[in-house]
């Protein structure tokens, strides 16, 4: 599929037999069935529409092929003709207004490390292995946890403003500080409201704090300060921003790894600066799949 045509469903919030799109602004009927298919090989697959709360009039849907926590287990994008997509390359950023689509990687109190596959054709998402074995977080990770599509860190660039750290080749990552725990393969609207900027061993990995504009508290957030006004505290009993960066920044100590560091003075940017690393890493993804910068073995389908 060629780069420049992209699919998008937009968030929604749903009720028991109707659903309200917050772009579309339209209500539709839910239908209800069965989402599970069976394969001669015997291995059971599923396909269903995103789910309600995250996603409304779909014009893709996702493919879970294998079982979760295995090896083989992936999460593919399709379009509505049955076609795979890439929610890396096919998702589009921008929704207008401000807002950007989110993909859900790890969903909030979970710990399995799943992330896109950047290497593998369709980028599907898996969950990460080392040494073989599967990746699991020490603890579970209290946010909704994944990427912003169309987005890339570039290895060959040294971020002067971060203590010179090249980025680490991967999409940007976001932390979506909503109440709802969503599902892998979510595609979310949402709004940044922040950004960490987290050296992890050398390389640069910012972390944008966002919110789905379907939460309940979405419209009383719109920068960094509000976040701290209206998400004071988190269950550790530290406020949100501050526990987002020592999670970050611990969450490798107990496999006896160094803690992570932060730039920008250890402190959460605001929302303008938030913007600004989204506008230079989609310009970064461009040229990526341009091929104006050399992809290496990413994929680019």
Known sequence: MAAAARVIAVACHSTATTSSCLLLKTSFALKRGSNALGLNNGRRLSKRLFSCNAICNPQFQIKQEGQPETLDYRVFFEDTSGRKISPWHDVPLHLGDGAFSFIVEIPKESSAKMEVATDELYTPIKQDTKKGKLRYYPYNINWNYGLLPQTWEDPS????????????????????????????????????????????????????????????????????????????????????LIAIRDWFRDYKIPDGKPANKFGLGNKAANKDYALKVIAETSESWAKLVKRSISAGELSLV
């Open 157 to 240: 660039l040294a971020n002067s403003e971060v203590e010179g750290a090249f980025g680490d080749n991967d999409p940007v990552d976001v932390v979506e500080i909503g109440e709802t725990r969503r599902k892998i393969g979510d595609v979310l609207k949402v709004k940044p409201l922040a950004a960490l900027a987290m050296i992890d061993e050398g390389e640069l990995d910012w972390k944008i704090v966002a919110i789905s504009l379907d939460d309940p508290r979405a419209s009383l957030v719109n920068d960094v300060d509000d976040v701290e006004k209206h998400f004071p505290v988190n269950l550790t009993g530290k406020g949100t």
